[in-house]
């Protein structure tokens, strides 16, 4: 199917007083482009759509304008350059590698974003995943509602997880602060550095803060360059091989966090900790039903991207 590129120019308005009719209109004209199928090393000037329910592959493409994946509709996109923001619909997909995108990516009630390889400004989800591998944010990353998992990749803001499944970090260094607040399914923090104060309240599930646990093995060391706080949690919270710089909080947590051998905590303990269980403290297998996480993400979006992938064949050569 071809591209097509649409102007829509706002119509005229008819403004009424007494017998005196008087005719404006405007000369601003918004150019948008819709992509359905394969597109290519072109550019795009101006705004690119993917519409409600179509897929889209990109591979060289530039766009300088926004980029707007509709309900339902999927982007798969390699080695592109997007200049302005991105924004990803109901149920929509959005799947980047190895490409720079200049402005913030925003998903609301997205099936998932996945974000590979590449340097984004910012990412954001409300709702569905939000999986970024081997990537360089040079601002935030926040999700609520949903998954978070961030691997290989660094953040110069701040990350939040809140309010939904789990918020898991490796191997990832956050400049900023790090805040997991509210998930079902608690979170995981391996081989990682944050910068900021690191706070974790409120969530259910296991907490697994640095060291092999339940939810995974971890090899490396975490550093925490200012305070830890665990707050509030009720699930099983175990805090090891991680170096600690400022004060631990750990108060109102049911059962009381576990602080193994391999942690350190510089800046003193405020509040309730325990020595793990002799079978906390020792390296353990997944529990029983448990995966790990990113391999599970890995999945979903390679079934997506995959689906999409053979949609846009199916509909021929985007035309750019």
């Known amino acids: 199917m071809k591209l097509r590129t649409y102007a829509v120019t706002a119509a005229a308005a008819l403004l009424a007083s007494g017998g005196l009719v008087a005719l ?14 394969d597109g290519g090393a072109v550019t795009v000037r101006g705004d690119l759509v993917v519409p409600e329910g179509e897929s889209c592959t990109l591979e060289g493409t ?5 980029v707007t994946v509709r309900d339902g509709a999927d982007l798969v996109a390699s080695g592109v350059t997007l200049g302005g923001p991105v924004a990803v619909g109901d149920g929509a997909y ?4 190895g490409s720079t995108l200049k402005s913030a990516v925003a998903a609301a009630g997205a099936f998932g974003t996945h974000l590979q390889d590449s340097t984004v400004k910012s990412a954001s989800a409300h709702g569905g995943f939000l999986y970024a591998v081997d990537t360089s944010v040079g601002g935030e990353v ?3 509602g949903g998954e978070l998992y961030v691997s290989g990749s660094t953040v110069k803001g701040a990350v ?15 400049k900023g602060a790090l805040t997991v607040t509210g998930n079902s399914l608690g979170g995981v923090l391996c081989a990682s550095e944050v910068g900021g104060a690191t706070a974790y309240r409120d969530n259910g599930d296991t907490l697994q803060l640095g060291g092999d646990g339940p939810l995974g093995s971890c090899a490396g ?22 170096i600690v710089a400022g004060k631990l909080t750990a108060t109102g947590n049911t059962p009381v966090l576990a602080v193994g051998p391999l942690a350190r905590v510089r800046g003193g303990i405020e509040g309730e900790t325990a020595v ?8 353990r297998a997944l529990r029983p039903g448990a995966r790990d996480r990113g391999q599970a993400l890995a999945g979903q979006a390679a079934e997506r991207a995959a689906a999409a992938r053979s949609a846009a064949a199916a509909a021929g050569d985007a035309g750019l």
């Open 24 to 37: 404006a209109s405007s000369a601003q004209a918004a150019l948008y482009t819709t992509c359905v199928g």
């Open 62 to 66: 530039k766009v300088t304008g926004t």
């Open 94 to 97: 959005l799947d980047v590698t």
């Open 142 to 144: 926040a999700a609520d």
């Open 160 to 174: 939040t997880g809140t309010g939904g499944l789990y918020a898991d970090l490796n191997d990832t260094t956050v």
């Open 221 to 242: 060391a975490s550093y925490l360059a200012k305070t830890l706080e665990v707050t509030g949690n009720t699930g099983a919270a175990v805090l090891d091989n991680t």
């Open 276 to 283: 793990p269980a002799a079978a906390e403290a020792a390296p």
